[in-house]
């Protein structure tokens, strides 16, 4: 993914006045992780042994289809009928593609395994040019330096939504941590056991995780419903690097 980072810095200075600095980047973000090891085996037909297809068959008209040829879908619950493409270039019009930064936390390997169940999938930022690679090491080195993350949103167009995440400087990396949405998470079945996390921590991660999908789906469907015209959105690239950050020195 090709995003924008933003990021702006207050800190207090000696005579009480506030400083404020400003970071906005280009960035690429792509995964950290591989899923897993290659290994796949085919279903084959219990008779002959060939290979099998996969389709879907119409309960009313016996209708035959692979999954890549059926195009619309209903809605279960208000049964407005679309198709994926158009949900998909509508949801792609929608996602803010910028890495924010909503806060700044303190790091310590408690929190963060304390934590394990808001985590969702890691990536890595990262950006060889030239210009952005300083600012870029930087950003490492102050968030090692001062043991801190950086709780942020940020957009997946190919997801078609927004996230909320926490941005760590890993071992070589600097690592963007997607968080699952927190209202995902099950209540704990045993009884009595004391909570032990910071509650500005738990309200940062809180807010920034809550996903907007539901609305979007929403607003879509209403779009739908109106016959209003869904067309993909094509927006211009921003290439311009604004960089005030003293404070990262």
């Known amino acids: 993914m090709n995003l924008n980072f933003e990021w702006r810095h207050s800190e207090k200075k ?7 600095s400003y970071l906005n980047i280009p960035i690429k973000v792509v995964n950290s992780i591989d ?7 085919k279903l084959i037909c219990n008779e002959c042994q060939s290979e099998v297809e996969q389709f879907y068959i119409c309960a009313s008209c016996k209708d035959k289809a692979k999954i890549g040829e059926i195009l619309q879908r209903k809605d279960k619950d208000r049964k407005i009928i679309y198709t994926d493409a158009e949900r998909k270039a509508f949801l792609k019009n929608e996602v803010d593609k910028t890495v924010k930064v909503i806060d700044e936390i303190d790091l310590d390997v408690g929190m963060v395994l304390r934590q394990m169940e808001r985590y969702e999938r890691p990536y890595e930022v990262y950006n060889n040019d030239e210009k952005v690679t300083p600012v870029i090491m930087k950003i490492y080195g ?8 950086l709780v942020v949103t940020f957009g997946n167009s190919g997801q078609g939504r927004e996230y909320g995440g926490i941005i760590i400087a890993s071992q070589g ?8 949405d927190h209202r995902l998470i099950r209540q704990p079945k045993q009884q009595g056991l004391p909570i032990t996390v910071d509650e500005h921590i738990d309200d940062a991660l809180n807010m920034v995780s809550e996903s907007n999908l539901p609305d979007k789906i929403e607003k879509f469907l209403d779009m739908v419903e109106k016959g209003e015209k869904i067309e993909v959105v094509v927006a211009e690239k921003k290439q311009k690097i604004e960089v005030e950050c003293s404070f990262l020195d």
């Open 14 to 20: 000696e005579d009480g006045s506030e400083k404020e």
């Open 35 to 41: 899923s897993n090891y290659g290994y796949s085996g």
């Open 142 to 149: 102050f968030l090692a330096k001062k043991n801190k993350a």
């Open 173 to 180: 990396k600097l690592l963007l941590m997607q968080l699952r």
